[in-house]
Every structure is written in C-alpha cells, then in structure tokens.
C-alpha cells in the first residue's frame, strides 16, 4: 500500500527546523502519520523536530489490513557531532624531510554538511611554517631542523560546527618528528 515515505530535508539543520514528510500510499482508505498531524491533500504534513525523531505512516486498507513505514529525521543541533577528521598518517608521522604535507582530504561531514573548512596551526616549541594553512592540505616547512613538531587542524562545516581533531589521549596534535639530520 505504502509507495512513498520521505522526509525534506531529511536532516533538520537546526532544532525547530521545519521538515515536510510525504507520504503516499495506493489502495489506502486512511494515511496518517503518527506523532505528526494530519495529512494535506497531496500526502504531506510539516513537522519541526526539536530532536532527532522517528515518524511512522501509518496506510489502512479497505480490508482494515494496515501497511507502516518509518523514518528518522536527525536534528543538527541535537546531534552534538562536527565533522569526522581524518588525517593520512597521523597521530604520528616520522620522516627524513624538511618539507611535509599534511592531508585532511578524507575529512566529511556525516550529515552532508559540506564544504568543510580547515586551519592547520604549528603548536609546540618547534614552529614550523605552513603554507596553505587553510586549505585541507597543507605544506609545511620545517626549517628548524631536525626534532618533534607539533600541528593541530580545526575543521568547520558549512552549518559552522567547528571540531579539533582529536588524537588519543584527547589532544588536538598531530606529531611530526625528523629524524637525522
């Protein structure tokens, strides 16, 4: 009976956010959505979650059999997740060169939040420079020898959740060490 049960947008950005469900069914005497009002004439009915919340619809046929399907729509805001950082070698990258490239490429946002933006930064006693520090992948120059540099990203989705990469033990540092001299 159930041909269609969608939700746009299916992620709400904010709480309160509104959020039209659709659903459509064939064969149906009755289609309502729990928890969400009554339908309009075209199968929709706008709700505004204040969480994430799951909806069933909810088709009854002329035989009274009954016919559900469910759905979550995810609120941004209660979600408490930025995006997921991923760093190609990290926590640790040991390496003979002066010159390293720091690539958050593989970085996303997983509610479609997207573009992401980064901010690498040289933390620590050993500075190093960095070129393209604000893309997500920079090249860093470390000019001051050989020893233990320090680097940290921020990233920010395009709704403005800003998350430090976190590395084990709850630090925001990527480590860097050259070796050798």
Known sequence: MITTFTANPAVSPTPGGKVT???LASNATSVSVTGAGALSSSGTVVVQPTTDT???CVA???NGSQDTR???VRVGASTGLGPKVIIVGAPLIVTTNQDLVLDASQSYSPYGWEPLA??????GDQFADIERENTAVALVHMTHGPGDYNF???VM???LALFANKMPGGANILYAAIRGG
Do not use: I, N
Not at 118 to 123: C, D, E, P, T
């Open 21 to 23: 469900l659709t659903c």
């Open 54 to 56: 799951t909806y069933t």
């Open 60 to 62: 009854t046929g002329q």
């Open 70 to 72: 469910s759905l979550s």
């Open 118 to 123: 980064f901010r690498w930064k040289s933390v």
């Open 152 to 154: 940290e990203v921020f």
């Open 157 to 159: 989705d395009r709704r």
